[in-house]
Every structure is written in structure tokens, then in C-alpha cells.
């Protein structure tokens, strides 16, 4: 009877054992799972390198693509950034550009949305009066193996000057510029390519309404 007993008593603590193990490992493998599964949500910077490659948002190839494209290339879509340059909101603007259209109160200019958008249009208007010669023989052409298009034209334009742009197209890719950051003519002109600024009209004086 004792021995009954005893043998009982052991598979009794043999099934205890066991399902106590298999219940740990069922938790550590839920871990693990859980573990890794956050491991691959990114982090906000990573985030931003990730999304790198893509235009956002996702606009299209029309006028409001190519100034969101180039927004979150500059500044990423921010309106109230400064870098340390002290270049200016969401298309990065320098004071010198800001005063050729009577704007010379930074704070006002990085609170105003509407102001920054409309800065922006007139840029563009100009630089495309500028380079109108330029965009009319140049377009359609490759440069160093790049197809040259007008909204390539007009963020390399916003990136370096219309001069210097002029200077690029003219030498057949062989004048260079970069910017403080390291990012070139070249590489504007091949990231905003093929959009439609059909939108923009060439304008030697454009107004912006304050």
C-alpha cells in the first residue's frame, strides 16, 4: 500500500514539473516573439533615413508633389525649422531671397504657412524667368547621364541659384556646386525630374501677398 502511494505521490510531482517547465517555456517563447516583433517597429529617426528614397506624401508627379518632394528634402515639410545655416521653414530659405521679396521678419515668416507657400511659387516664378533660354534648349538633353527636365531645373535652382544652375547647363555638366550639405546640382536635377510645373508661370517680379 505504501508503495502505491509513494509511486502515486511521484507522478503526481512528475506532472506538476512538466507542465510548470512547458508553461516557462511557453512564456519565454512569447517573449522572445514579442521581443523581436519590437525590435523592428523604427524609431523616429530611422523613420526619416528610411522614407529617404521616397517622395512624401505621396502626391504624384504634379505641382503640389514637386513642392512637397522638395519640402521634405529641405527641411522635412517643417514650416517653423531653422537649420544651422539659418536657413529659414519648410523650403529653407535664405534672408537674402526672403528680402528680394520684402519679407524681413523671420519670426513672422516661420509662423506663417501661407506666407512660406506663396514665398515659395514666387521663387520658382523667377528662377524660371531666369532660366527660361535654358529650360527651352536644355530640356530633353542628358547631362552625365542625367535627362534634364524643367521641375529638375527648378530645384536645382532652389538649391544653388538660378545662376549657378545657368553656369551647369551651359558648361554641359562639367561647372559644379554643392551646398553645405554635399547635395549637388546633378543630384537635384536627377531627384526632381519628371514633375509637372507647367503650373509655374516665368514672372521677372512676382508679388508675394503679405
Known amino acids: ?11 503526481v510531482l512528475f506532472v506538476i514539473s512538466v507542465g510548470f517547465s512547458e508553461a516557462n517555456k511557453s512564456n519565454s517563447e512569447e517573449f ?26 505621396f502626391t504624384g508627379k504634379s505641382f503640389v508633389g514637386f513642392k512637397e518632394a522638395l519640402a521634405f528634402k529641405e527641411s522635412r515639410g517643417d514650416y517653423q525649422v531653422v537649420n544651422k545655416l539659418g536657413y529659414l521653414g519648410k523650403f529653407q530659405f535664405g534672408k537674402s531671397t526672403l528680402k528680394r521679396f520684402k519679407i524681413y521678419n523671420s519670426k513672422t515668416f516661420l509662423e506663417s504657412p501661407e506666407l512660406q507657400e506663396e514665398a515659395f511659387l514666387a521663387l520658382c516664378s523667377v528662377n524660371k ?32 541659384g538660378a545662376g549657378n544652375v545657368k ?42 501677398k503679405k
Open 32 to 57: 522572445v516573439y514579442l521581443s523581436a516583433f519590437e525590435s523592428t517597429v523604427p524609431s523616429k529617426e530611422e523613420a526619416f533615413i528610411e522614407t529617404e528614397s521616397i517622395d512624401i506624401p
Open 129 to 160: 524667368w531666369i532660366l527660361r533660354k535654358d529650360i527651352r534648349r536644355s530640356v530633353g538633353k542628358s547631362i552625365n547621364g542625367v535627362i534634364i527636365t524643367e521641375s529638375g531645373i527648378l530645384a536645382a535652382a532652389h538649391l544653388s
Open 1 to 11: 500500500m505504501k508503495k502505491i502511494i509513494v509511486l502515486i505521490s511521484i507522478s
Open 167 to 208: 553656369k551647369y547647363l551651359r558648361s554641359n555638366g562639367e561647372f559644379s556646386f554643392k551646398d553645405a550639405f554635399g547635395s549637388s546640382i546633378e543630384y537635384y536635377m536627377k531627384k526632381f525630374a519628371g514633375y509637372d510645373t507647367s503650373f509655374v508661370e516665368a514672372n521677372q517680379h512676382p508679388v508675394v
